[in-house]
């Protein structure tokens, strides 16, 4: 089973700043097959990008990820008031299709 | 507007068995493959099992592994969840999940509001 880790657990930071979140796997993702999505309270998750690096339908530019192998990286550009929510990592290049624990990302 | 809606949670005592359901609508549901994931109160997300879009090859977590049992059926355009030996940890949120490109091996773009499985004597 690939282990996926997120960090940090929580990043505080306030509306405007650059937010960068990591995701590390315990063995290369196969194809980038790494995810990222938004889940705010008492909502169902929200996929934000697939394939490590593509939008999902909808997402605004202010999101974007990046890396291969074993890293990846989610970055938000300049954080918005409702871009405050935990963001979890999956990969689904190998079963199981293991998620990271997440990362919270609160307001300074 | 695609739209899934879960249903069979419960009250179940360890050991029990139950059946999750989910109604899709508003897309082609033969066409993708489906997942279910589960959260516990307060806790992230896992990964729980998926399906082919013919129903042909199915894949599970290893901690429900031997115990749930995914299938779908593509004339009702329903997924299923049967899971049995029932364990406290279990006790979670369970969603029902589109595939964001109609392989298994896709982010998952399009999920239900969840119903809610408790484990408990």
């Known amino acids: 089973e690939i282990v996926l880790t997120q960090f940090p657990g929580t990043l505080s930071l306030s509306p405007g700043e650059r937010a960068t979140l990591s995701c590390r796997a315990s063995?290369?993702?196969?194809?980038?097959?790494l995810a990222w999505y938004q889940q705010k309270p008492g909502q169902a998750p929200r996929l934000l990008i697939y394939g490590a690096s593509s939008r999902a339908t909808g997402i605004t530019d202010r999101f974007s990820g990046s890396g291969s192998g074993t890293d990846f990286t989610l970055t938000i550009s300049r954080l918005e008031p409702e871009d405050f929510a935990v963001y979890y990592c999956?990969?689904?290049?190998?079963?199981?299709?293991?998620f990271g624990g997440g990362t919270k990302v609160e307001i300074k | 507007e695609v739209q899934m809606l879960e249903s069979g949670g419960d009250l179940v005592q360890p050991g029990g068995s139950l059946r999750l359901s989910c109604a899709a609508s508003g897309f082609t549901f033969s066409s993708y493959a489906m997942s279910w994931v589960r959260q516990a109160p307060g806790k992230g997300l896992e990964w729980v099992s998926a399906?082919?879009?013919?129903?042909?090859?199915?894949y599970y977590a290893d901690s429900v592994q031997g115990r749930f049992s995914i299938s779908r059926d593509n004339s009702k355009n329903t997924l299923h969840l049967q899971m049995s030996s029932l364990r406290a940890d279990d006790t979670a949120i369970y969603y029902c999940?589109?595939?964001?490109?109609?392989?298994?091996?896709?982010?998952?773009?399009?999920w239900g509001q969840g119903t809610l499985v408790t484990v408990s004597s």
């Open positions: 063995q290369s993702v196969g194809s980038s097959y």
């Open positions: 999956q990969q689904y290049g190998t079963s199981p299709f293991t």
């Open positions: 999940v589109k595939a964001y490109f109609h392989t298994q091996y896709s982010g998952l773009d399009c």
């Open positions: 399906i082919s879009p013919t129903g042909a090859s199915t």
